[in-house]
């Protein structure tokens, strides 16, 4: 007499049908992990460029901006490198 997983987790007590259910998601976790992650796309590099003279949270805040992009130096805010806010931390 062959029963269905469900009917068998049926049989179970709440305590062990809540490990059943633990060691389900810890596999479903595994799985999703498994999948190839997909490969990043960076071919959104200058898409803002119309926004560029616009006013910024940046401006409204009196914020530096910190970022490895090259545009921001055409701005009038500019921007610091990783590398300039690191030195202010020494």
Do not use: C
């Not at 389900?24 to 960076?42: S, W």
Request: charged letters at 35%.
């Amino acid at each position: 007499m062959a029963t269905t997983l469900q009917e068998k987790i049926q049989q179970l007590s709440p305590e062990l049908e809540r490990e059943v259910e633990r060691f389900i998601e810890f596999i479903l976790q595994k799985e999703v992990l498994r999948k190839p992650a997909q490969k990043l796309k960076q071919d959104w590099g200058g898409a803002l460029k119309e926004f560029r003279d616009q006013y910024t949270v940046a401006e409204k805040h009196n914020l530096r901006i910190v970022s490895f992009d090259t545009d921001f130096d055409k701005t009038e805010r500019k921007r610091l490198t990783p590398q300039q806010v690191l030195q202010t931390l020494k």
